[in-house]
């Protein structure tokens, strides 16, 4: 998470938050005079207490909604979209999951005998079986909706995300969705030109946001095939089944489907 006077942006994970911590440490490292021309910024960078896997006790860079310190949370509040499908890819291809299993490797092997060695639509409903967040105690209750959705969930709720996911029903959705206007995010397509369009906004140096057109993107999967089609028609279908809340959060990707 990073907190300045003016906003706090939200690391949310393979959507470019690397890029933007990269971006705003070089910016905020600048000097004028011999001292730090954006000192007043009060920029900091914190990381938190996992609070999306409690078997990990590392601090992590990717703090919540409900971690912001009080005396930031009336602040503009940042983050990152990214088109669901192209976002699974990433998260497929990156294989962070691969050395990281989430339930006891015997279970795994027991549906999946090829784990880690599994293809996309396999790697699918590995994801949807073994959701991590089925093996916390810290959850009786968990609606039906994939790793991508609940984990937006504990990302963006304005409350307690555990004791709001506990007690999940119509009204929470409703409310979740409506506290999701108070977010400004960044669309990944384009973001180079709304980080540049969104620093401006807070008053800093055009010239000093001319890094963030001249650079490059980082930690990106690298193994994508360009010719590669990942999705048919059923995985299309179980994603939007099962994405919901996602999809209904960012629905301009609802059919936008290219891979």
């Known amino acids: 998470m990073i907190l300045t006077n003016d906003f706090v942006f939200i690391n949310y994970p393979k959507t470019g938050s690397t890029f933007v911590r990269y971006i705003l440490d070089y910016i905020h490292a600048i000097e004028e005079n011999g001292k730090p021309k954006y000192s007043f910024k009060n920029y900091k960078r914190i990381d938190h207490k996992n609070i999306r896997a409690i078997n990990r006790t590392d601090l992590t860079p990717h703090g919540v909604l409900s971690q912001i310190p009080i005396s930031h949370i009336n602040k503009p509040i940042i983050s990152i ?7 699974l890819i990433s998260l497929y291809e990156y294989g962070f999951w691969k050395k990281n299993p989430s339930f006891p490797m015997l279970e795994i092997l027991d549906l999946y005998p ?11 409903d590995y994801i949807y079986d073994f959701l991590p967040y089925r093996s916390d105690n810290r959850f009786s209750y968990l609606p039906d909706y994939g790793l991508l959705s609940i984990d937006f969930i504990m990302f963006f709720s304005s409350l307690d995300p555990v004791k709001e996911l506990n007690s999940w029903d119509t009204g929470a959705e409703e409310n979740f969705f409506k506290s999701l206007k108070e977010i400004q995010f960044i669309d990944f397509s384009k973001l180079r030109s709304e980080l540049y369009a969104t620093l401006i906004n807070f008053g800093y140096d055009s010239q000093d946001l001319k890094v963030i057109l001249n650079s490059d993107p980082i930690n990106i999967s690298h193994n994508r095939c360009p010719n590669r089609s990942y999705f048919n028609d059923s995985l ?24």
């Not at 979209?81 to 976002?87: G, K, L, Y």
């Not at 099962?242 to 629905?251: G, K, Q, S, T």
């Open 114 to 124: 090829d784990f880690p060695k599994l293809s996309f639509p396999k790697y699918l």
């Open 236 to 259: 299309i279908k179980k994603i939007k089944k099962r994405e919901y809340i996602v999809l209904e959060a960012f629905n301009k990707y609802l059919n936008n489907v290219n891979y």
């Open 81 to 87: 979209e990214r088109n669901i499908f192209d976002r």
